[in-house]
């Protein structure tokens, strides 16, 4: 072993992730006074806009509440460049952050954890990297994100390709131009969607494996001139208010009149209102019953699938294949991606849609894809925008060890805890960020979510260290509580 795998570095606090959430954390505790160091996989920060980096990828929260609130001068002197900017410029401004902070002094970069294991008797955590470099820390806190660990290997002969397959979760830097060449898409998720309208213009011919279907809203994206920012700027304090108070984080809220209290004109006025105005507003600034009661649920459904249809020629094929029905799922029961002329892609010439449910796909093969039905698609390109282990899957992947060397891993293939999502029984000063069950978590405006769960966090550690308290962990019965009502609330929209 070589001398730097022998030393021991010791911490106060460690942060696992440089993402928008790690980033903040490291701030905080550094801010404190303590001895932190955070600790990323990537060469750079970003978390998600450092791996997503395929053709599209953009956030669907408007850039004036994408935003940290802790520096207001930071806010007001980075001008975005549109209403949704895209990954570049994401990346871009979470570089101009951990600049602004002298950040990345603190940050190792490169490097991925494999082991964190709670020592009962100095209560302490002994972390180890990949590269066999050992940490020593009081407080460790895992801002690993929500979806940070794509699928992979999803399908039989996957390796067999021979032509380029494309994760959209880990794009390369250097990924050839797709100019020309046959694409095949796979997934009609967020991902999917932004990779789908995107590529198209540019693709020599593309054939988009659908499954389920999806509901969708118009970004209506545009450009931010120097005026557009300035209107901003001035209204940091109130926008700020907004999101910190309302239901997912957004600087829009439930404001609309009762659904039950409203005529039919009324309603139908607030929904192309909402439908013309872009954003997520469609979803959670229109009509809470539509999470609770399915009739309602369903007028809006109908709503949208009538916008779709007319957008799709009212093409039979096309809208049985990609507009969901009453008997699929109802709309806002899950995040609802954002679009720009998404569905005009498939009534382009060179694009073609294959319909995985009565085909499925069963493997890949040297030439490209074979489906159940025995044709085989023949590809340049495979993009696979098959999704996340969310929530779990990146915590998963290390090997958390508490008291009495439980298992996070294996408790979770049991059971998924938290209390909050902040932290999980039995594995003191431990503390996450986007882990499962913290509130709002797949409705958020991340941003605003992972700023509540960094200043609680550094709340608490505050708290301890000024108290003599040496560890924090939530007991069992305020877990159980907690996931009690999280299950409660959850039962009306569950089948
Ligand atoms: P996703 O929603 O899990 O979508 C994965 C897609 O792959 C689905 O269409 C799925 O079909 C399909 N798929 C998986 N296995 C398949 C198979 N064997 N055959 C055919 N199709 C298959 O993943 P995502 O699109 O990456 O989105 C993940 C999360 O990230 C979402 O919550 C989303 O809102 C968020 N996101 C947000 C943004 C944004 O801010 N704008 C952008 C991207 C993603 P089935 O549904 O049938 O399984």
């Given at each position: 072993?070589?001398?730097?795998?022998?030393?021991?570095?010791?911490?106060?606090?460690?942060?696992?992730?440089?993402?928008?959430?790690?980033?903040?954390?490291?701030?905080?505790?550094?801010?404190?006074?303590?001895?932190?160091?955070?600790?990323?996989?990537?060469?750079?920060?970003?978390?998600?806009?450092?791996?997503?980096?395929?053709?599209?990828?953009?956030?669907?929260?408007?850039?004036?509440?994408y935003?940290?609130?802790?520096?207001?001068?930071?806010?007001?002197?980075w001008?975005?460049?549109?209403?949704?900017?895209?990954?570049?410029?994401?990346?871009?401004?979470?570089?101009?952050?951990?600049?602004?902070?002298?950040?990345?002094?603190?940050?190792?970069?490169?490097?991925?954890?494999?082991?964190?294991?709670?020592?009962?008797?100095?209560?302490?955590?002994?972390?180890?990297?990949?590269?066999?470099?050992?940490?020593?820390?009081?407080?460790?806190?895992?801002?690993?994100?929500?979806?940070?660990?794509?699928?992979?290997?999803?399908?039989?002969?996957?390796?067999?390709?021979?032509?380029d397959?494309?994760?959209?979760?880990?794009?390369?830097?250097?990924?050839?131009?797709?100019?020309?060449?046959?694409?095949?898409?796979?997934?009609?998720?967020?991902?999917?969607i932004?990779?789908?309208?995107?590529?198209?213009?540019?693709?020599?011919?593309?054939?988009?494996?659908?499954?389920?279907?999806?509901?969708?809203?118009?970004?209506?994206?545009?450009?931010?001139?120097?005026?557009?920012?300035?209107?901003?700027?001035?209204?940091?304090n109130?926008?700020?208010?907004?999101?910190?108070?309302?239901?997912?984080?957004?600087?829009?809220?439930?404001?609309?009149?009762?659904w039950?209290?409203?005529?039919?004109?009324?309603?139908?006025?607030?929904?192309e209102?909402?439908?013309?105005?872009?954003?997520?507003?469609?979803?959670?600034?229109?009509?809470?019953?539509?999470?609770?009661?399915?009739?309602?649920?369903?007028?809006?459904?109908?709503?949208?699938?009538?916008?779709?249809?007319?957008r799709l020629?009212?093409?039979?094929?096309?809208?049985?294949l990609?507009?969901?029905?009453?008997?699929?799922?109802?709309?806002?029961?899950?995040?609802?991606?954002?679009?720009?002329?998404?569905?005009?892609?498939?009534?382009?010439?060179?694009?073609e849609?294959?319909?995985?449910?009565?085909?499925?796909?069963?493997?890949?093969?040297?030439?490209?894809?074979?489906?159940?039905?025995?044709?085989?698609?023949?590809?340049?390109?495979?993009?696979?925008?098959?999704?996340?282990?969310?929530?779990s899957?990146?915590?998963?992947?290390?090997?958390?060890?508490?008291?009495?060397?439980?298992?996070?891993?294996?408790?979770?293939?049991?059971?998924?805890?938290?209390?909050?999502?902040?932290?999980?029984h039995?594995?003191?000063?431990?503390?996450?960020?986007?882990?499962?069950?913290?509130?709002?978590?797949?409705?958020?405006?991340?941003?605003?979510?992972?700023?509540?769960?960094?200043?609680?966090?550094?709340?608490?550690?505050?708290?301890?260290?000024?108290?003599?308290?040496?560890?924090?962990?939530?007991?069992?019965?305020?877990?159980?509580?907690?996931?009690?009502?999280?299950?409660?609330?959850?039962?009306?929209?569950?089948?």
């Amino acid at each position: 072993m070589n001398a730097a795998v022998d030393k021991v570095t010791v911490l106060d606090a460690m942060v696992i992730g440089a993402g928008v959430a790690g980033l903040y954390q490291l701030h905080n505790l550094r801010k404190m006074g303590l001895k932190v160091r955070a600790y990323e996989t990537a060469t750079g920060v970003g978390g998600t806009w450092y791996w997503n980096r395929y053709p599209g990828a953009r956030f669907d929260s408007q850039a004036e509440i994408y935003q940290y609130w802790f520096d207001e001068e930071m806010y007001k002197s980075w001008q975005p460049s549109e209403r949704f900017p895209a990954q570049p410029e994401t990346e871009e401004w979470l570089n101009y952050v951990a600049d602004r902070h002298d950040l990345k002094k603190d940050i190792q970069f490169s490097t991925r954890i494999a082991s964190a294991h709670y020592d009962e008797g100095t209560e302490r955590w002994n972390i180890t990297t990949e590269a066999g470099e050992k940490i020593n820390t009081q407080f460790l806190i895992a801002c690993c994100g929500m979806l940070s660990a794509p699928l992979e290997n999803r399908f039989k002969g996957q390796e067999t390709f021979k032509g380029d397959t494309y994760l959209t979760g880990k794009w390369p830097k250097d990924a050839t131009s797709l100019k020309g060449k046959r694409v095949a898409v796979i997934g009609t998720g967020a991902t999917g969607i932004q990779v789908i309208q995107t590529i198209a213009p540019e693709v020599g011919s593309m054939k988009i494996f659908c499954r389920t279907p999806q509901y969708i809203i118009p970004m209506n994206n545009r450009k931010y001139t120097e005026e557009d920012w300035a209107y901003w700027c001035e209204r940091y304090n109130e926008t700020k208010d907004k999101v910190m108070n309302s239901f997912a984080g957004f600087d829009y809220d439930f404001t609309e009149k009762a659904w039950a209290d409203s005529t039919e004109e009324e309603r139908q006025a607030v929904l192309e209102k909402h439908w013309e105005g872009g954003s997520l507003s469609l979803w959670l600034a229109t009509y809470s019953e539509i999470f609770f009661d399915e009739k309602i649920g369903e007028e809006v459904s109908e709503f949208v699938r009538k916008k779709m249809r007319a957008r799709l020629g009212n093409d039979p094929k096309l809208c049985d294949l990609l507009i969901p029905t009453a008997d699929d799922y109802t709309f806002g029961t899950h995040r609802v991606p954002l679009e720009t002329n998404y569905l005009e892609v498939y009534l382009q010439d060179n694009v073609e849609p294959v319909d995985c449910n009565a085909s499925p796909i069963q493997e890949f093969v040297p030439e490209g894809i074979k489906t159940a039905d025995g044709t085989i698609h023949e590809f340049d390109v495979i993009i696979l925008a098959t999704g996340f282990d969310a929530g779990s899957g990146a915590l998963s992947r290390i090997d958390f060890r508490g008291r009495d060397n439980r298992s996070l891993k294996d408790q979770w293939q049991q059971e998924i805890t938290t209390a909050m999502g902040l932290q999980v029984h039995g594995y003191p000063n431990l503390f996450t960020t986007g882990a499962p069950l913290a509130p709002s978590a797949a409705l958020c405006n991340m941003t605003t979510c992972l700023q509540y769960q960094v200043d609680w966090i550094t709340n608490c550690v505050d708290y301890a260290l000024k108290n003599g308290k040496k560890t924090v962990e939530v007991s069992k019965a305020v877990e159980d509580a907690w996931v009690k009502h999280v299950m409660k609330l959850l039962e009306p929209t569950s089948l």
